[in-house]
């Protein structure tokens, strides 16, 4: 009987435990898309590459072609280019999150918002794919991937 206990009680806590972490780690990804967010409609390129993992192979790719860019300075030299002409922000009506130990990744569905410097908005649907790395215990961005959905109206 206490064996049958025991083994119940610490199931119980493992379960617990297990649910705890998912959700703490779902909370600390939606923050980091949030700040991702808040980055873009601020253009805040340094607040974006301080968002990325410090590692060479980081990777930003848009939704328009050629739009490909690998490593700390050609993203940053991307991102400067993007806010220097615009702010974005996005609408996430769908967000799934999923993560393995020290990796996690997101989907988002939703709207982008493109304001251009002369207030000009324009407002498409946008989903977009990132993977993040944990790092002394924060979450960091390895791969941003946008796509415009094809045939989708507004």
């Known amino acids: 009987m ?35 967010n808040n980055a873009a409609k601020r253009r805040d390129t340094i607040a974006i590459m301080n968002m990325f993992d410090k590692a060479e192979d980081i990777m930003v790719v848009g939704s328009d072609s050629g739009e490909i860019f690998k490593g700390p300075a050609s993203v940053k030299e991307f991102m400067s280019f993007l806010f220097a002409q615009y702010s974005f922000s996005w609408d996430m009506k769908r967000i799934d999150i999923s993560y393995n130990e020290n990796t996690a990744w997101a989907f988002t569905d939703g709207n982008m918002t493109v304001t ?25 961005w390895r791969l941003y991937n946008g796509s415009i959905p094809k045939g989708e109206e507004q």
């Open 2 to 36: 206490r064996k049958a206990f025991l083994l119940t009680t610490v199931t119980i806590i493992l379960c617990t435990n297990s649910y705890a972490q998912k959700a703490g780690t779902e909370k600390e990804i939606r923050t980091s898309l949030q700040l991702w």
């Open 116 to 140: 251009d410097n002369n207030g000009g908005i324009i407002v498409t649907p946008y989903r977009f794919t990132a993977i993040f790395v944990k790092r002394n215990d924060e979450w960091k």
